[in-house]
């Protein structure tokens, strides 16, 4: 069957540095999204990875490895406002997104 | 700015009651979804739509059925509403084509307690 695996939950000081593993296995890959969930909150995108290595935007980078099947979400200079669901979702060979279940990132003071 | 509209943030309904949830987009999108959020489980699509009138079953389409009778607009229907049915449903579109790229605008949830 096809799984993606994160963290149910993190914790992490306001100004660090956090890091969010995802690990999947699906039935081929045509990419790899993380998306942002404020809580009561819709969704929102964040990175996109299809190749391996680094993207980085602004604060946030997202990494990918293909051959290992794992993905993580780094995020920078912590601040509250990032208190967040992270959510990583994989696109199968059908096109299909398979979602984790969410990472909930508590930043404390 | 752009949106996916839910009309209903939150809603009680008894066993057996028909729900209507709806959802609207104005960002010209062609594809629509309909998703569920669980808490300890992914996003499960229910049904997805690529064009006006034509709708796709998800993983798990049971006990609902949906509307695309305007490309904006994308209705989600439980005939008959059950208890397990108590969720966060989560409206979402993107634009054409089928594409690994193509990234999804949520609209903010309607949470649906079935009593």
């Known amino acids: 069957g096809q799984n993606i695996d994160q963290p149910t939950e993190m914790t992490a000081t306001e100004g660090a540095i956090v890091q969010i593993n995802c690990t999947y296995q699906?039935?081929?890959?045509?990419?790899l999204f993380w998306y942002q969930q404020h809580a009561g909150e819709a969704p929102t995108f964040l990175s996109y990875?299809?190749l391996d290595g680094l993207e980085e935007k602004g604060r946030f980078s997202s990494f990918l490895s293909r051959s290992k099947g794992y993905s993580y979400l780094l995020l920078k200079e912590l601040q509250m406002k990032d208190s967040a669901s992270y959510l990583c979702?994989?696109?199968?060979?059908?096109?299909?997104?398979?979602w984790g279940a969410g990472t909930k990132l508590i930043i404390k003071p | 700015d752009v949106k996916v509209t839910q009309s209903s943030r939150y809603l009680v309904k008894r066993t057996g009651e028909k729900v209507f949830l709806e959802c609207v987009q104005d960002?010209?999108?062609?594809?629509m979804f309909w998703y569920r959020q669980d808490p300890g489980l992914g996003l499960r699509l229910i049904y997805f739509?690529?064009?006006?009138?034509?709708?796709e079953k998800g993983d798990i389409p049971e006990g609902y059925s949906v509307s695309r009778e305007k490309k904006e607009r994308f209705s989600l229907i439980l005939e008959s509403a059950s208890t397990n049915q108590t969720s966060m449903y989560l409206c979402?579109?993107?634009?054409?084509?089928?594409?690994?790229?193509?990234?999804?605008?949520f609209g903010a949830g309607s949470r649906l307690t079935v009593l």
């Open positions: 979402a579109s993107s634009p054409s084509g089928v594409s690994g790229a193509n990234v999804l605008t």
């Open positions: 699906t039935s081929g890959f045509n990419g």
């Open positions: 990875n299809v």
């Open positions: 979702a994989v696109m199968d060979s059908n096109y299909q997104l398979i």
């Open positions: 960002m010209d999108h062609e594809n």
């Open positions: 739509s690529y064009d006006v009138k034509m709708k």
